[in-house]
């Protein structure tokens, strides 16, 4: 399988003032090319003790978490909302573990070779 970087996002190490969960601006899954087979999350730093939730932004209505407990390397499906919410975006929602400081989160789709 080969890896191709899909999306880019830097996190805050908790959520953001004045909000629940969300720690990070909204960043797109619509590049995901066609075929890809699972999504690959990696943190930079990596630090194995880093878990987040990937949240999707739903304008004027409760926004919806679609994959939960992600820590660096987790492998997952593509969510399903990509196509359907794509337009408003995904964030990343309640970090812990990052020691204190921000974090990058690269996401990667995994192509067949």
Same mark, same amino acid.
């Given at each position: 399988? %080969?890896?191709?970087?899909? +999306?880019? /996002? &830097?996190?805050?190490?908790?959520? =953001?003032?004045?909000?629940?969960?969300? *720690?990070?601006?909204?960043?797109?899954?619509?590049?995901?090319?066609?075929?890809?087979?699972?999504?690959?999350?990696?943190?930079?730093?990596?630090?194995?003790?880093? %878990?987040?939730?990937?949240? +999707?932004? /739903? &304008?004027?209505?409760?926004?919806? =978490?679609?994959?939960?407990?992600?820590? *660096?390397?987790?492998?997952?499906?593509?969510?399903?909302?990509?196509?359907?919410?794509?337009?408003?975006?995904?964030?990343?929602?309640?970090?812990?573990?990052?020691?204190?400081?921000?974090?990058?989160?690269? /996401?990667?789709?995994?192509?067949?070779?």
């Amino acid at each position: 399988m %080969r890896e191709v970087l899909v +999306a880019e /996002v &830097r996190s805050d190490d908790r959520p =953001r003032s004045g909000q629940k969960d969300r *720690s990070s601006p909204n960043f797109s899954l619509a590049a995901i090319p066609e075929g890809a087979e699972a999504l690959v999350w990696r943190t930079e730093p990596h630090i194995a003790a880093i %878990r987040f939730s990937v949240m +999707a932004d /739903v &304008r004027a209505n409760y926004d919806q =978490r679609v994959l939960s407990n992600i820590v *660096s390397g987790s492998k997952t499906p593509v969510p399903r909302e990509q196509k359907s919410l794509s337009r408003r975006g995904f964030y990343i929602a309640g970090p812990s573990g990052s020691g204190g400081g921000s974090f990058v989160v690269k /996401v990667f789709a995994l192509l067949p070779d």
